[in-house]
């Protein structure tokens, strides 16, 4: 399987530490949206091949993948693909849902009006793409529409913790997503969120924040139950 990744071999410094980091991104959304599945074996001479760089950023790359659990490194063995569980959706989507309150109370007390236009054209788009019944363009517009707001908030470290996530929230959305009706409420709850933070209404955008994505967590968690948490990654 070709990852399509223009990776150069230079492994000096800044260099190696970009092409580590380029190599972590590539393999890790690889686990979480199932191109490699829990129980795949990731051997270094076939990874060294796929990106054709040495063993060296390749290891420091699992090893961070490793840390984030998504793999288990086994001596004389090489790294078995550990996957995401439910429980570590439903451990996410805790964090999450504090995390999407506070970023909404803080963007409708700052929020800029290139950003509230933004917002309004994000929701316009996503409405295009519901009538063509288009899912992953609305799970990327879905993903803007929340990174804006995100953005709109003006903190930076809470822009941080909340890139931490992107990858298994772009698998959790996507399935999310696929259940009946789920796309056309979802619409709905973006579009009362948009009117709190227009009328810098802190408490009822940060209120209607963390009720949507208390939607979506129990979306996700029925979507993995009926269908198992492989299927579900796999459609992402």
Known sequence: MSLGLPIRTSEGGTQRLNLRSRIFSALEESILTGRYPAGSSLTEKDLCEEFGVSRTPLREALCQLELQGLVECIPNKGAVVLGISPKDISDIYTIKIALDGLAAQLAATCISDEALTALEETLELAEFYLGKGDLDKLVELDSRFHDTICMASNNRPLRAMMSSFHNYIK????????????????????????????????????????????????????????????????EA
């Open 171 to 234: 698998m959790a959305r996507h399935a999310s997503l696929t259940n009946p009706g789920r796309p056309v409420k979802s619409l709905e709850e973006h579009r009362a969120m948009l009117e709190a933070i227009r009328n810098h209404d802190a408490e009822l955008a940060g209120q209607l924040a963390v009720q949507h994505t208390q939607q979506v967590r129990g979306n996700v968690e029925r979507r993995f139950a009926e269908r198992g948490v492989s299927a579900a990654v796999n």
